[in-house]
Structure formats: C-alpha cells, structure tokens
C-alpha cells in the first residue's frame, strides 16, 4: 500500500485558492483513532467543543480500521471530519521493538501527521486526551513545532500528545528524515513516535507550558487538577474509559464530565454563554430543534444561518417549530430570513408581531422600513423608522432608513430618451466611502455628463418592479455597475442573490441594450453563494446582456466557471473606473506637491473571515509598522467607513499608539480623490482604499485580506505590491516595501502611471464598444 500527501477534500478546491491570494492560515486538528480507543477519542470532541465553543477548524482522523458506526459516532459530534487512511505498510520497515504490539504500532501511525497537507498548522491531540481550557495560545502559533517537554526527561525531549506544526514540518522533506530515522532505529524505545521526533528534532522546538499536556503522573496520590490545566492528558495503561486506575479519582472525574449522550452533549453546548461558532451550533442545535422543538435554540440556530448567508434554511428551521404570539425574538429573526428570500408579506408579518415587545421593537420597525423603502414606499418607510426612533431614540438603523426614507430625490433634468438607467449601490452618508464615490465614476467612464441630464437613478436594493422596467425601457440602454454586485450578504434578496433585486422574469423583459460595467465577485474567503439562484440569475443576465466586463480576471474565472462554455466569450476585463481617474475626470491634473503623510485603512466587516484567528497577530504587527513607518512621514488612519476606525481605537488601547484618524465616509466625492492624490503612500485593506488612491497616481501597498486586492494587483502585474495580513513578517514586510516606493518616489508614480496607462488601453476600446452599443 503507498500513501502520498494527505490533501483536503476536492469540494474545498475554490476555497483553498482563496487562501492561496490572501494568504490565510488554513489550521486543523488531528489525532490517530481506532476502535480500542474510540470512546476516549469522543470525549475529546465532546471537551474541545464545550471548553472552546468559538473553535472549530477541520479534524483529520487518522486511522486503520474503522466501522462504519464509529465514524457516523464522530460525524455526530463534529461537522468537519476528515477521514485519512495511515499508510499501514510504510512502518514495518522500522527497526525497534515488537511489530505486532498494538501500542507500538498505534505509535508508529501518530507519525503519518506529517504527511496531511494543505494545511498551515496542524494540531494533534491524543485521544486519552480531555481540553479543559483556553487553546487560543495554540491557535495563534505560527512558527515552529511546538509541544510540552517531556515530564520525567526534562527539558529536551517532547511528549508527542500534544503538537503544534507549522507547514515547514508538513513537508516532505521532514518526512524523509523520520523515514531514514525509523528505519535505521536510530533512536531511543520512546513510546516510538516521540522516540522518532525526539531522534530528529534533537530538542529543536518550541517549549509550551506544562498545562497544555498536563499528564496524570503529575496527579498521583489524587491530586486535584489545577485550575489552569487546559489539556490533561490520561497517560499510562489504564484509561478512564477501561475502569481507570487507582489515586487519580479526581482527574478521572474531569474525564466523565464529557462522557455524555449525543442529546445531553447538544444541551449543554447550547446552553453555554457567549459566542458559539457557527457549524457547531447549526450542528448540534438542528437535531436539538428537531428532538424537542426548543423555539430560543431555533432562534439562535435561524440567526447563525442567516449571519452565514443560508437564509433558506433559517426559513426552513423557525418554520418547523411553534412560536407563541408573545415570542418576539423568534419572530423578528423569522421576519428577517423571509424578508432575506423575498417572501415580503409573510415577513412583515412576523415583524409586525415582535414590535409588540420593547426588546425587539426597534429592529424589528426598521426591517418594517427596509421592507417598504425596497418597494419603493417611502412614506411607509419613514412611519416604521420613526416608530423604531420612538422606541429606541439610539437605534442607528431605524435612525439611517428615517433618513434614507426622508432623503428628496433629485429632479431628474434629462428626457429619457437621452438618459442611460444606471443600476448601482448608491450609498447614504457617513456609508463607505470607495462606494459613494463609484456611480460618478462609472458614469464618468460614458462621458463627462454624470448628473441627471444624461442619468436615470436605479438603485440595486430597491425591487426591480413593473413601474422601474417601465422606466428603464424608456431610455437608451441600461449601465449595471460598478462594484462588487456580486456578493450574497449586502442587503440579501431571493430574487437573484445577489446585490440587484431583480426577478427573472422582469430581467428578461428588459428590452434595451445591457452593459454590465467594471462588476466584482467580491465573495470573501470562505464565504459561499446560494449557488443555485445566483447561478440561474447570473446566466440570465450575461444572455441578456450586450456588453459584459468584469473589473479584474480573479473574477472573470470566477463567474466563467459558474457558466456554461457557449458564454464564456461574452466575459471580459473592465478595469474599475476608479483605477484611471487621471484620464477620466475632465480637466483632473496631478498635484503639484504632496503631503508628507502615510494614509493607513483597515477594514472589519466580515472580520472573522478577514483575520480568522490571527487579529491579535495582525493588530501586533500593525503596531510595530506605524512605529516604524513614523521615520518615513506622518502616519495616519483613513477611514472609509466608521468602523474602519476601530484600528486606531485597537492601536491605542492594546499598543499604547495614538494615530490621528482622516473620517472619508463623511467627504465629499472630490475630497476624497484630493486627500489619496496628495499623499505619498497609502497602506490599505478595502479595495477602493488601494484602486481610488492608484488611479489618482499615488503609490498603493494593499493589506490582502480579500481574494480581490491580490486579483487588481495580478492584473497591474505588480503582485509585490501586496502583503497578507497574515504574513509572518507583516511589519518588516509593510516598512521595506513601503521605504522602497518612497526612496524614489518620482520613479515610483512614474510606474503607478505606467501601470494605470494599461488599464485605460482596455477602457478606451471597451469605450469604443460601448459607444456603437448605447450611442454617444
């Protein structure tokens, strides 16, 4: 039998090279299990779930043998297994000790650890093994193989139950030298996998505190386990799960806390305090809900569907359960995932009965407003708004839909035979600042004329209904764009699902030209699509579209492979129009000095699937850049939108640095093109935090936390420009990238310029199509 790298499961492709361009650590854990010690092996599932409820990363199961039954028992207690065959045959060419001993070959099948691949770090954790604690620490590691010393032998050798392995280690090479080891018997009769590593490593790794395998020899004469044990660790013979040994009664007492029944372990997970992570509690909570019928649990399992995008199933969840009238909560999150598919009317529905309770009220009036402002009734949308207000004079929803609803459109000045429709997020004050400036932008790539004379407003969250075809058909053409249209989260509708609300067959009885301009598949890293309705509305809109670009070739390849092969043709590359403002704005001339300044933006909306478990790590790391950045010119925050002033917040209460904050989501269109054009360098996480800047000629670095900034910085072939915020030289990265740009900076600008020129090549012949499709 021969084994090569044990690589994660196919389906997982696309999201692999998503980490591939942002870099993210891919972390799992594993552990070697076998029917003698399968009851041990569910009880650490049971303890790593309740003492981290937060964490769940991939298991990888290694094992020989086992039964069906015994997987579908680990299937029950965690939603990512992966199940790894050990290369049985590779370790009876090991020299030392007795081949057919159970223990020595269980030992040997430890070692195929070092074989899985795709992952950044792995974790391996016995199966005599309980988590009491905290492994946040473990989690964050980044370099190195770590693990506790041995307990009897000191500081040099490591006990093999607990491993924390960086990628350098899962290689091939490392492989090769515990082969050449193990089959040489060059080393000491070790429980054999720690007289292997200990043989290679020859006491290379990283010391861990002893609590992080706090083994029970340390308990004899039944000694209470310390408090801050986080992982104890049932070493020698006798397992608590074989009737245990004598003088470790209090420690076997830990034990028997996870030895639970499925229905006992779901309660008690449900009922912990505080965050829970998503699979765990959709895993755990669905059969909950099903067995008993518990409406808070439904709640919870709903809201974790709708915050992951799966609004059907959210649907399908509270719908199975009763909800008493005088249940608020319920209702309110059952109204939001209705709304969330179009299922308007029931939603208001379940809405209206949660004002009924103070607790909910506010929220639930201002998803009253968003339901009537996206059927374009604005005077219904103020009266819930203003309700929500009344309620809760604080509640910043209700407060922005009152505004939204209340907002006087302006006159249009043009005959709508002169107009182009312009379908696009047009955003509300104090909203992100790289969208509010992107429909003038876009309209400048047609012409100089971006007022109403020559436009006709539609926007994308709005219901695409009869009256709005009526208008869009009465003008030129239809201008879908720009911006990243295509995500499932922002403002979620079940017509097509993604940011325009349009029903199909509306779309098909558009009966102008269509031009999809400088759009973005803006899907994070780990964030997945309804792909059956986004598929189905996505093919429909190339078919019916004229004219199809798309801002960068990430997405390109993106939406081809969600087509079929007969449109591949009619996708093509669109730069952002952002990215050649110097030739688009009529009359824009470059400044004639700069700021000595350094504009810094980081972005934390969907912050877990930016940073995963590396924020502390990012945050350290970003304290140590401004420091040193401060040798090269004033450094400072621009935020594009509030939150993004969170990092000047973090900076100064975690690092003890002030950094003055620039608030761009409250300029005006031409101030923010002023700021980014009169700067020396902007450092910037969000994607028109490196595109605006760049198309004002000004020297980018992007912080890629996104598959989109590596996909804009491959298109301008100029990849270096990039550093991944989970970089493990992110500070010294960020200063000697950030010194070369700025050593001379003329040169610099001369190639952000040369760089742009490319881009306007593409926009000025698509300009030319697009001239013969919708006229001048």
């Given at each position: 039998?021969?084994?090569?790298?044990?690589?994660?499961?196919?389906?997982?492709?696309?999201?692999?090279?998503?980490?591939?361009?942002?870099?993210?650590?891919?972390?799992?854990f594993?552990?070697?299990?076998?029917?003698?010690?399968?009851?041990?092996?569910?009880?650490?599932?049971?303890?790593?779930?309740?003492?981290?409820?937060?964490?769940?990363?991939d298991?990888?199961?290694?094992?020989?043998?086992l039964?069906?039954g015994?997987?579908?028992?680990?299937?029950?207690?965690?939603?990512?297994?992966?199940?790894?065959?050990v290369?049985?045959?590779?370790?009876?060419?090991y020299?030392?000790?007795?081949?057919?001993?159970?223990?020595v070959?269980?030992?040997y099948?430890?070692?195929d650890?070092?074989?899985?691949?795709?992952?950044?770090?792995?974790?391996?954790?016995?199966?005599?093994?309980?988590?009491?604690?905290?492994?946040?620490?473990?989690?964050?590691?980044?370099?190195?193989?770590a693990?506790?010393?041995?307990?009897?032998?000191g500081?040099?050798?490591?006990?093999?139950?607990?491993?924390?392995?960086q990628?350098?280690?899962?290689?091939?090479?490392?492989c090769?030298r515990?082969?050449?080891c193990?089959?040489?018997?060059?080393?000491?009769?070790?429980?054999?996998?720690?007289?292997?590593?200990?043989?290679?490593?020859?006491?290379?790794?990283?010391?861990?505190?002893?609590?992080?395998?706090?083994v029970k020899?340390?308990?004899?004469?039944d000694?209470?386990v310390?408090?801050?044990?986080?992982?104890?660790?049932?070493?020698?013979?006798?397992?608590?799960w074989q009737?245990?040994?004598?003088?470790y009664?209090?420690?076997?007492q830990r034990?028997?806390?996870?030895?639970?029944?499925?229905?006992?372990?779901?309660?008690?997970?449900?009922?912990?305090?505080?965050?829970?992570?998503?699979?765990?509690?959709?895993?755990?909570?669905?059969?909950?809900v099903?067995?008993?019928?518990?409406?808070?649990?439904?709640?919870?399992v709903a809201?974790?569907?709708?915050?992951?995008?799966d609004?059907?199933?959210?649907?399908?969840?509270?719908?199975?359960?009763?909800?008493?009238?005088?249940e608020?909560?319920?209702?309110?999150?059952?109204?939001?995932?209705?709304?969330?598919?179009?299922?308007?009317?029931?939603?208001?529905?379940?809405?209206?009965?949660?004002?009924a309770a103070?607790?909910?009220?506010?929220?639930?009036y201002?998803?009253?407003?968003?339901?009537s402002?996206?059927?374009?009734?604005?005077?219904?949308?103020?009266?819930h708004?203003?309700?929500?207000?009344?309620?809760?004079?604080t509640?910043?929803?209700?407060?922005?839909?009152?505004?939204?609803?209340?907002?006087?459109?302006g006159?249009?000045?043009?005959?709508?035979?002169?107009?182009?429709?312009?379908?696009?997020?047009?955003?509300?004050?104090?909203?992100?600042?790289?969208?509010?400036?992107?429909p003038?932008?876009?309209?400048?790539a047609?012409?100089p004329?971006?007022?109403?004379?020559?436009?006709?407003?539609?926007?994308?969250?709005r219901l695409?209904?009869?009256?709005?075809?009526?208008?869009?058909?009465?003008?030129?053409?239809?201008?879908?764009g720009g911006?990243?249209?295509?995500?499932?989260?922002?403002?979620?509708?079940?017509?097509?699902?993604?940011?325009?609300?349009?029903?199909?067959e509306?779309?098909?009885?558009?009966?102008?030209?269509?031009?999809?301009?400088?759009?973005?598949f803006n899907?994070?890293?780990?964030?997945?699509?309804?792909?059956?309705?986004?598929r189905?509305?996505?093919?429909?809109l190339?078919?019916?579209?004229?004219?199809?670009?798309l801002?960068?070739?990430?997405?390109?390849e993106?939406?081809?492979?969600?087509?079929?092969a007969?449109?591949?043709?009619?996708?093509?590359?669109q730069?952002?129009?952002?990215?050649?403002?110097?030739?688009?704005?009529p009359g824009?001339?470059?400044?004639?000095?700069r700021?000595?300044?350094?504009?810094?933006?980081?972005?934390?909306?969907?912050?877990?699937?930016?940073?995963?478990?590396?924020?502390?790590?990012?945050l350290?790391?970003?304290?140590?850049?401004?420091?040193?950045?401060?040798?090269?010119?004033?450094?400072?925050?621009?935020?594009?939108?509030?939150?993004?002033e969170?990092?000047?917040?973090?900076?100064?209460?975690?690092?003890?640095?002030?950094?003055?904050?620039?608030?761009?989501?409250?300029?005006?269109?031409?101030?923010?093109?002023?700021?980014?054009?009169?700067?020396?360098?902007?450092?910037?996480?969000?994607?028109?935090?490196?595109?605006?800047?760049?198309?004002?000629?000004?020297?980018?670095?992007?912080?890629?936390?996104?598959?989109?900034?590596?996909?804009?910085?491959?298109?301008?072939e100029?990849p270096?420009?990039?550093?991944?915020?989970?970089?493990?030289?992110l500070a010294?990265?960020?200063?000697e990238?950030?010194?070369d740009?700025?050593?001379?900076?003329?040169?610099?600008?001369?190639?952000?310029?040369?760089r742009?020129?490319e881009?306007?090549?593409?926009?000025?012949?698509?300009?030319?199509?697009l001239?013969?499709?919708?006229?001048?």
């Amino acid at each position: 039998m021969t084994m090569t790298s044990l690589t994660p499961d196919a389906s997982q492709d696309s999201a692999i090279d998503a980490r591939a361009l942002t870099g993210k650590r891919r972390v799992a854990f594993a552990s070697f299990v076998d029917e003698n010690y399968l009851p041990g092996f569910l009880a650490l599932l049971r303890s790593l779930a309740l003492s981290n409820p937060e964490v769940c990363e991939d298991f990888v199961v290694l094992h020989d043998d086992l039964r069906p039954g015994s997987i579908a028992r680990i299937r029950a207690l965690h939603p990512r297994i992966v199940l790894r065959r050990v290369d049985a045959e590779r370790y009876d060419a090991y020299k030392k000790g007795d081949q057919d001993n159970y223990l020595v070959r269980k030992a040997y099948f430890i070692l195929d650890v070092f074989r899985i691949r795709g992952y950044d770090t792995v974790i391996t954790l016995d199966t005599d093994m309980v988590v009491l604690g905290d492994l946040s620490e473990l989690l964050s590691l980044r370099e190195g193989l770590a693990a506790v010393p041995q307990f009897f032998y000191g500081q040099h050798k490591l006990n093999s139950g607990l491993l924390v392995i960086q990628r350098e280690y899962l290689s091939d090479e490392f492989c090769d030298r515990l082969d050449r080891c193990g089959r040489a018997g060059d080393y000491e009769l070790d429980k054999h996998d720690q007289g292997i590593l200990n043989a290679v490593l020859d006491g290379d790794f990283v010391r861990l505190d002893a609590r992080y395998n706090f083994v029970k020899r340390r308990l004899s004469g039944d000694l209470p386990v310390p408090e801050d044990t986080a992982i104890l660790h049932f070493t020698g013979r006798h397992k608590p799960w074989q009737g245990g040994e004598a003088g470790y009664s209090l420690a076997e007492q830990r034990w028997r806390e996870f030895e639970l029944p499925d229905a006992e372990f779901h309660a008690a997970y449900l009922a912990r305090e505080g965050a829970l992570h998503h699979d765990l509690l959709v895993h755990y909570g669905t059969p909950h809900v099903a067995r008993t019928g518990d409406v808070e649990v439904a709640r919870k399992v709903a809201a974790a569907h709708i915050a992951a995008g799966d609004y059907q199933d959210a649907v399908d969840l509270l719908s199975s359960v009763h909800i008493p009238v005088d249940e608020a909560w319920p209702h309110e999150v059952l109204g939001h995932a209705l709304m969330s598919v179009s299922r308007y009317e029931e939603a208001r529905a379940q809405l209206l009965l949660a004002t009924a309770a103070p607790n909910r009220a506010a929220t639930a009036y201002a998803r009253l407003a968003q339901i009537s402002w996206v059927h374009g009734d604005n005077a219904q949308a103020l009266q819930h708004a203003t309700a929500g207000l009344s309620v809760d004079p604080t509640h910043r929803p209700s407060r922005l839909w009152a505004q939204r609803a209340a907002a006087v459109p302006g006159q249009e000045q043009g005959a709508p035979e002169d107009q182009l429709a312009h379908v696009a997020f047009y955003m509300d004050r104090q909203g992100n600042a790289g969208d509010k400036l992107l429909p003038q932008s876009v309209r400048s790539a047609f012409g100089p004329d971006t007022t109403s004379r020559r436009w006709h407003s539609v926007h994308a969250h709005r219901l695409f209904d009869e009256a709005a075809l009526r208008r869009v058909n009465h003008r030129r053409g239809l201008v879908i764009g720009g911006g990243g249209l295509f995500i499932p989260d922002t403002m979620p509708n079940g017509n097509s699902a993604w940011q325009w609300n349009v029903p199909d067959e509306l779309l098909r009885r558009v009966d102008v030209p269509i031009a999809v301009f400088a759009v973005g598949f803006n899907a994070f890293d780990g964030q997945s699509y309804r792909a059956g309705r986004f598929r189905e509305s996505l093919r429909l809109l190339v078919e019916q579209s004229s004219f199809f670009g798309l801002r960068n070739h990430g997405s390109i390849e993106k939406v081809r492979a969600m087509l079929p092969a007969r449109l591949h043709d009619k996708i093509r590359f669109q730069p952002c129009p952002t990215t050649v403002t110097r030739q688009l704005v009529p009359g824009r001339q470059d400044p004639a000095g700069r700021d000595d300044t350094i504009l810094i933006n980081a972005a934390y909306d969907r912050a877990g699937l930016r940073f995963g478990h590396d924020y502390g790590y990012f945050l350290a790391q970003m304290a140590t850049a401004v420091k040193d950045l401060g040798d090269l010119g004033d450094v400072r925050c621009v935020a594009h939108s509030l939150d993004d002033e969170k990092i000047a917040f973090d900076l100064r209460r975690e690092h003890g640095i002030s950094m003055p904050v620039i608030p761009m989501y409250d300029f005006e269109n031409e101030e923010i093109l002023d700021v980014y054009a009169r700067t020396k360098l902007v450092i910037g996480m969000r994607g028109h935090a490196g595109m605006i800047p760049f198309g004002v000629g000004t020297p980018i670095i992007s912080l890629i936390s996104h598959p989109k900034m590596a996909y804009f910085l491959n298109d301008i072939e100029r990849p270096e420009w990039g550093v991944s915020v989970h970089d493990r030289h992110l500070a010294a990265r960020l200063v000697e990238r950030s010194r070369d740009l700025l050593a001379d900076h003329a040169k610099t600008v001369a190639d952000v310029h040369g760089r742009q020129q490319e881009l306007w090549k593409v926009t000025e012949a698509n300009a030319a199509d697009l001239r013969v499709l919708l006229g001048d």
